[in-house]
């Protein structure tokens, strides 16, 4: 059986939506209940946010949500990006393996740059201290079977730490899950 996706009525992105945008790129207030706190905020229920947030994601205007964990005010104060010099066809298996793991927190394929850099595989491990991050990178290589070559690359400072922001033009239109900017 083969599914028809419905053309869908064409929705514009109205001032309401704009400020939804700029509270979720600001932050969600730490609180039980975020989203009834930006509700009242904008004047607007909560269910209507929430409604209005899903047509914002389902139109693309928010490709994606997520949370930024500020790893030093938590005890963890040595972190590092490791990298590794995977065989391409194990990158992607090898990317799994260590995504399962709760200390890594990025882990993404990215070109190597030959002949000066030869990984091709990033991770992001943090740890209380830099022997705990030695000894998760050893962890990570013996439960995924890593016989590859890896730097481990320590952070010396911390940048500010916030998710992108985004201006949004005044009038754009939603098409079945489409912008009218990329027509």
């Known amino acids: 059986?083969?599914?028809?996706?419905?053309?869908?009525?064409?929705?514009?992105?109205?001032?309401?939506d704009r400020k939804i945008i700029h509270w979720l790129q600001t932050g969600l207030p730490i609180c039980s209940?975020?989203?009834q706190a930006i509700s009242e905020?904008?004047?607007?229920?909560?269910?209507a946010l929430i409604e209005r947030i899903q047509i914002l994601r389902s139109g693309g205007s928010i490709k994606r949500m997520g949370v930024?964990?500020?790893?030093?005010?938590?005890?963890?104060?040595?972190?590092?990006?490791v990298v590794f010099d995977v065989a391409d066809?194990?990158?992607?298996?090898?990317?799994?393996?260590?995504?399962?793991?709760?200390?890594v927190t990025l882990c993404y394929q990215r070109p190597r740059k030959l002949p000066d850099w030869p990984?091709?595989?990033?991770?992001?491990?943090?740890?209380?201290?830099r022997s705990?991050?030695?000894?998760?990178?050893?962890?990570?290589?013996?439960h995924c079977r890593v016989h590859f070559t890896c730097e481990v690359l320590f952070s010396k400072r911390r940048f500010k730490q916030r998710g992108a922001v985004h201006q949004l033009k005044a009038d754009i239109y939603l098409y079945g899950g489409k912008s009218n900017e990329s027509r």
């Not at 905020?41 to 269910?47: A, K, R």
């Not at 990984?119 to 201290?129: A, E, K, P, S, V």
């Not at 705990?132 to 962890?139: G, N, T």
């Open 1 to 16: 059986m083969v599914s028809v996706m419905q053309p869908q009525k064409k929705y514009m992105i109205d001032a309401v």
């Open 33 to 35: 209940r975020p989203f």
């Open 41 to 47: 905020q904008l004047g607007v229920s909560e269910q």
């Open 68 to 81: 930024i964990v500020r790893h030093r005010e938590l005890g963890y104060r040595a972190n590092a990006m």
């Open 89 to 103: 066809n194990d990158v992607a298996e090898t990317g799994r393996c260590f995504s399962r793991f709760e200390f």
């Open 119 to 129: 990984y091709n595989l990033f991770c992001m491990i943090h740890g209380r201290d």
């Open 132 to 142: 705990e991050v030695l000894q998760r990178v050893e962890a990570l290589k013996l």
